[in-house]
């Protein structure tokens, strides 16, 4: 097991090599009138709001806000019919009508401070950041904090419900699956690194706790 971990992690690696982010010179302030569309489900303080099923957008980088902006509206990303939610999301990026105002409105996120986190749920501490850092912590950094050189997110803030749902959808192929998400197809292949129900629950426990 540890060996096709190893193996595993190699191989993202080097999927992350060829997926570099695009850089544009994005105006904040701009992007702080396209946020008023997402404030509804995000939050004012991009927070988030779990009743919405909508995730903190707050502690991630610019580069990975905008790369999931675009897939979004290209339908890289909720492109599977069980992604409902999904679906939802290329909807309202679909409301910014260029490449211009996606890094616009990612860049006034990335300047909004980080929201306090979620509340920690019962989980075995121990198992948690021992299968994190076997499993997720050479590209999403410790304690889940994010590695933008990495292009991997930052997963401690999101809450639960979000954290599992993204789990399952890359294990399930709901998300990932399209040829033109190389960073998706990655996760897909290490979302079989946990091998019970009780290590994703403890790994999720985890990142909440940071």
Known sequence: MIEMRRTLLRMAVLLVAIAAPTSWAADSEIGKSLYAPCVACHGADAAG????????????????????????????????????????????????????????????????????????????????????????????????????????????????????????????GIRGSHEDDRLGRQMQMMATMLSTEKDVDDVIGFLLSQ
């Open 49 to 172: 709001i779990a009743a919405m099923n909508a995730p903190a957008l707050t502690g991630q980088d610019a580069a990975y806000l905008e790369r999931q902006l675009k897939y979004f509206k290209s339908g890289v990303r909720g492109s599977d019919s069980r992604d409902l939610l999904g679906k939802q999301m290329q909807g309202m990026a679909a409301l910014l009508p260029d490449d211009a105002a996606v890094a616009n409105v990612a860049a006034y996120i990335s300047t909004l401070p980080q929201t306090t986190g979620p509340v920690a749920v019962d989980h075995d501490q121990r198992n948690g950041e021992v299968q994190y850092n076997a499993s997720c912590g050479a590209c999403h950094g410790p304690g889940g904090k994010g590695n933008s050189s990495m292009n991997a997110p930052r997963l401690a803030g999101l809450d639960a419900a979000y954290l599992r749902r993204q789990y399952e959808n890359f294990a399930e």
